[in-house]
């Protein structure tokens, strides 16, 4: 019988090679992330458990990344935590609050491969489908079960199949791609399914770009957005994940989807998107929003990385950051950092009047280095506007792409950046 | 953890469509390690006078895609702690579902579910015969039994129990 994507991975992953859609499965995973949940939750769960080893530690990554570094002395405890964890367990891949935003580093240190089964205890783990993985988010009980035995029950998702045509006009990235195909799958659309995106868009986008569209496609309730191989993941992981062996996974081309959309951009172009609030699937053209802000931020997992920062940094350039505006900018890790501060983006952020801050999530889940005060208005390149996710309840968040966040720190209102 | 029972009587609280993670407990509390803590600020957004006022074995009733959003275990967590029987909600958003059933907290889909239950009614939900009963009309509601091995779950008091009465030594 031909399978998706997503019944192909997971039936590597099985102890028969077996998994069709609907049935659920005992699989053994290849990967797990944990972040600040492990010493939260997760280690007191362990011990409920009665167990103290890890399955392998060759296969966990611990990170702290949502407090980071510790804002206050809970975040401080459960870092502390973690930190020991890592040294009595020996686990091989640490990320401490010196280096970024778990979905970004777990992609730049090619721990993301083709075929793979990823477990992140973080509902955008979803992010790794760019890296024809199949990857999805758990919580800490079930994110406990995993670290200890390195398997756990799945559900095989019934899968969508969405494909892209035509090419995405100038300064329209894949933010605003997958901010429209939210607002048109509704912010339940997917729900306990997985989504292939296939076509030449996403075959020619950067790693970076697909990360972003398989990341918010959770968004949309999926429990995995999915991509092919294309040359720039070949690229990447020939310089990344040298030792590797991966073999690529593709559909059969007689797969049953339960939906099948196709996007024609040469016909119907996508514009640059604005999610309203309180939801990532408002999504309207950005011509059709105009509001003051108070706020802009650029970063997250979504959209903090290198190519982010460079059209961010384009657009800056000789221009001033709106009086009476914050714009808060927070590299997805400090590789980007690094990266960006070569290239004079940071020079230009700063000379703009931008505060530039270390990789975190930060602002993105109102922990720390931006939060909102009542009745503010920001304009983000994050993935959630739910109501109070960046601080006050009263505050209101509109959801953009990078270009678009820039513009509007120049204006201080929502503008659109194709004038730019 | 508190027994697991299949016959849960309680107050229904009716809520609306998509009430997500952020709703239900809100990221800038998620560093508080004390369940009990967090707990006093469940549903703050939207029901600001719930965590004070709810009583063991009350009912959530909910529209669409409940839960949707972040991955936090707290979500179900806090409900659980605050005495919350059951939720009974149009859809639930997948992690949520999974998580709900991992702490031990019945989740069941009724469609239109938040048109036919008035915030207040008293409810009674038998989960085995998938019926919910209306104590003042009498009226019953029929729901798709939760799967075999969720219940399974459940009986066990959660996911952790389960795989400790599992676990091969
Ligand atoms: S950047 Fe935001 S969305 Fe991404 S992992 Fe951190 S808190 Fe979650």
Redesign the pocket.
Known sequence: MSKTMAEKILARHTENGRADAGEIVQASVDFIMVHEVLGSRIIDILQEMETDSVWDPNRIMVVN??WAPAPNIQSAIIHQRNREFVKRHGIKYFCDVNCG???QVLIEWGLAKPGDLIIGS?S?TTSYGAMNAFSTGLAATDSAIVLATGKNWFKVPESMRINIDGELAEMVMSKDLILKIIADLGPDGANYKAIEFHGPVVDKMTVASRATMCNMSVEAGAKAGLMTVNKQVEDWLSLRAREAHWTRVDPDPTAEYVEMITYDLDTDPVEPMIATPHSPANGRPVTEVDVEIDQAFLG???NGRFEDLQIAAMIMKGHKVKEGVRFIITPASMETYKAALNMGFIETFIQAGAIVTNPT?GA??GGHLGILGPNEVAITS???NFRGRMGHPDSRIYLSSPATVAASAIMGRITDPRGF | MRAFSEIITGRAWVLGDNIDTDQIIQGQHLNLLDYEEMAKHALEIPRPEFAQNVKENDIIIAGRNFGGGSSREEAPMILTILGVGCIAAESFARIFYRNAINVGLPVIEIKNATERIVDGQQLTVFLKDGQVKITDTGELIKFMPIPAFMMDILRAGGAIQYYKNHRVN
Do not use: F
Request: net charge negative.
């Open positions: 990344d949502h935003v778990s979905h973080d955008h997250s997992c979504t999530c993105c889940v994050t993935n959630r």
